[in-house]
């Protein structure tokens, strides 16, 4: 039995929606916060349970019988998030999961200044340190996020930045794939696994990138990181999310996202999608 924990989620949803391409419903289910939204699954023939981190006796019940758990990380910014995984892996192991794989991030470091990151590193720990078997989906920072992190470049014909580093933008949806792959597969790698595309450009070769299929010139710049959080707080954004995006920048300055390596590509058996394909949605929304 594989159960898949925040199936109503963009990243786990679609690693299920894979599943049921190649696997009998029944060999499926899924945990989620809210059923009503899982319903898709339901209709297919799959068990949708209730079951949230805050609760990890119900979330025993749940995982029981699951010989592999994919474990999607919190996306709450307010909750404490190590403490809902620990909750979550501890559930885990009373009910007797077979193998525990966990959404985490590559760059996860306990001093890294991206605050999602030291809860991953403080996550695998405890993975580490549980009784059962356990991966790592250590995925490449979610090239989604670059069109938000480049800021109002069209407005301004400039991007600017408070720090400049290597970040190996890497599709969700390929991520999501490699996972259904891992589910299946008959073996799986124990620990961390780099899940990433295969180029790492700085922001400042995205913008250049960008300029060239606009045709046109594009000024990039890094300020002072409190002169970019004033700036965005100007423009309307919480000081938290900005300072939350300050440490994206930070932790790429420090090479915490530059490493590519070639599982994802492996697991996919194909190259997975790159930069220049963020590069050209950008030009097409800006036509």
């Known amino acids: 039995m594989i159960t898949i924990t925040g199936a109503t989620g963009a990243l786990n949803g679609r690693t ?19 059923p009503a939204r899982a319903a898709r699954f339901a209709e297919a023939g799959v068990t949708v349970l209730e079951g949230r981190y805050e609760d990890p006796a119900g979330l025993r019940h749940a995982f029981e019988g699951a010989d592999r758990l994919l474990l999607v990380s919190s996306s709450d910014p307010a909750a404490d998030a190590v403490a809902l995984h620990r909750g979550a892996i501890e559930a885990a192991v009373a009910a007797g999961v077979g193998h525990i794989l966990y959404t985490s991030h590559q760059g996860a470091h306990a001093a890294s200044p991206f605050p999602p990151a030291r809860d991953h590193a403080a996550t695998e720990e405890i993975l580490a340190a549980s009784a059962v078997p356990w991966t790592s989906l250590r995925n490449g920072f979610y090239a989604h996020s670059l069109p938000w992190l480049l800021g109002p470049w069209r407005e301004t014909g400039m ?9 190996s933008w890497t599709s969700r949806d390929d991520a999501a794939e490699a996972a259904a792959v891992l589910l299946r597969s008959a073996a799986l790698p124990t620990g961390p696994l780099t899940l990433t595309a295969t180029d790492a450009p700085l922001f400042a070769s995205v913008t250049a990138r960008l300029a060239a299929a606009r045709g046109q010139d594009i000024g990039f710049e890094i300020v002072d990181s409190e002169d970019w959080v004033r700036a965005w707080v100007d423009a309307g954004q919480p000081e938290g999310r900005a300072r939350f995006s300050l440490g994206v920048f930070q932790a790429a300055a420090q090479g915490l996202f530059g490493d590519t390596a070639p599982a994802l590509r492996d697991l996919l058996g194909r190259e997975p999608a790159s930069v220049s394909e963020v590069v050209e949605s950008l030009v097409e929304r800006a036509a």
């Open 159 to 167: 991007v600017s930045v408070p720090a400049d580093g290597p970040v």
């Open 16 to 34: 299920a929606d894979l599943l049921l391409g190649d696997l009998d419903p029944s060999e499926l289910t899924v945990v989620v916060r809210d």
